[in-house]
């Protein structure tokens, strides 16, 4: 995705989908468990102003964010924690409001950038339409959680198409997180859009092959749904091995969410 004004207009429909479901929500929906243990629907909300702010920083004070990348080296475990939980503690409609400033700061920042641009991250530098597509991976995904937290279904849309391709892209690195060689191999990925279009990714005649609807494929691959609750089916060892590994965000890899029959779930961290 090489245009930043698509995926930036993207972002800020995925932002606005998201701000619906919490919008009208009251102290007590806000204080809500969701699947990730530990968090509750405010935890989600401040972590995606966190990471949203941090996101800014990068773009306008890099040496301030490599002193945020430097204090998070000290604490590897924690720092996502500690910053979902600060902005939790904050009353539900400052929170909100805080979120609602954050995300259109974003959005200003990052389609300032001059073309070429790569913003200093976590890992290796990203160029802004990478930094929008990671933004809306993830405002996606905990979105999920959110929607869970309140047995919402939400209606996918043709943005699912950002989701699938980070998890596509990420194929190697689901393997190098967990120590393992990625196939020399490229796959094909062949996944059904909501509007029953096909996304297609790889050779297509590769023997390795991943099929099945675009939404199933995104949620597996941020960790939302367990693989025995989705319709991803896979042809090839390879292409098999990499659908119970698959993630699309960075860090190490998180242990997923447990089958929907199951009584209790895992979290899975999107960023």
Do not use: N
């Not at 930036?8 to 204080?31: H, I, K, Q």
């Not at 800014?56 to 964010?65: L, S, V």
């Amino acid at each position: 995705m090489s245009d930043p004004a698509v995926v930036l207009d993207d972002l800020s429909a995925e932002g606005d989908a998201l701000d619906a479901l919490v919008a009208g929500l009251d102290s007590a929906d806000w204080a809500r468990p969701t699947p990730a243990p530990g968090w509750t629907i405010a935890h989600q909300i401040a972590h995606l102003h966190w990471t949203d702010e941090r996101t800014r920083q990068a773009a306008t004070d890099p040496d301030g964010f490599a002193r945020e990348v430097a204090k998070a080296a000290k604490a590897p475990e924690s720092f996502v924690d500690e910053g979902a939980a600060a902005g939790a503690g904050l009353p539900p409609d400052e929170l909100l409001r805080e979120w609602r400033t954050g995300r259109a700061r974003l959005l200003r920042e990052l389609a300032a950038q001059p073309p070429g641009a790569r913003l200093p991250w976590y890992g290796p530098p990203m160029s802004v339409p990478s930094m929008a597509t990671a933004r809306l991976m993830e405002t996606w995904a905990h979105g999920q959680d959110v929607a869970d937290a309140l047995g919402v279904v939400r209606e996918p849309t043709d943005r699912l198409r950002h989701v699938a391709r980070i998890g596509v892209r990420a194929r190697d690195y689901a393997y190098a997180v967990r120590g393992l060689q990625p196939p020399a191999e490229e796959f094909r990925v062949e996944l059904t859009a909501p509007d029953g279009s096909v996304w297609t990714y790889g050779p297509a005649d590769a023997s390795q092959r991943v099929t099945g609807p675009a939404l199933d494929f995104c949620l597996l691959a941020t960790q939302r749904a367990h693989r025995a609750d989705l319709a991803v089916r896979a042809q090839g060892a390879e292409a098999d091995r990499w659908l119970d590994i698959a993630q699309a965000f960075a860090g190490p890899p998180g242990p997923g969410r447990a089958r929907a029959d199951s009584e209790a779930g895992s979290d899975g961290e999107a960023g």
